[in-house]
């Protein structure tokens, strides 16, 4: 199994991507799992190829609102289902990088220190 801290940052029960992959096949595989997926990785950066499956994935239409108009194409939002592999990939690369990188102050989603109540206050002009 992975460490608790790298299995801490992958989400489990969640759906499989278009590899039909989910987080459990890879928390739960052999320890030699480290291995092949630091190698890949670093192929990719030494490389500078990103497989095109990771770039790929599923769109799931949800209804956001069940007592609404399931028939109306505003009540539903989609979310994309993507390669769990594609995901750890991102997560290390971020890891590895994330001093490099900033954002606008006025972008919230997946930012440190800004929860939700922040992100209404800011973006009201409270």
């Known amino acids: 199994m992975l460490s608790t801290k ?7 029960g969640k759906a ?3 590899d039909n992959l989910t987080a459990e096949h890879i ?3 052999h320890p030699s799992i480290v291995i092949h997926l630091r190698r890949l990785f670093n192929l990719i950066l030494k490389y500078s190829y990103v497989p095109a499956k990771f770039g790929s994935g599923i769109i799931i239409p949800l209804v956001k609102d069940h007592n609404g108009d ?7 939002r989609g979310i994309t289902l993507i390669s769990v592999i594609s995901r750890i990939f991102e997560s290390c690369l971020l890891s590895k990088c994330e001093c490099y990188l900033y954002s606008n102050e006025l972008q919230f989603v997946k930012k440190k220190q800004m929860g939700w109540a922040s992100n209404i206050y800011f973006s009201t002009g409270c």
């Not at 790298?6 to 489990?12: E, L, Q, V």
């Open 6 to 12: 790298d299995s801490d940052s992958i989400k489990r």
């Open 27 to 29: 928390l739960y595989s």
């Open 16 to 18: 499989a991507g278009a």
């Open 70 to 76: 399931v028939c109306n194409v505003d009540n539903y």
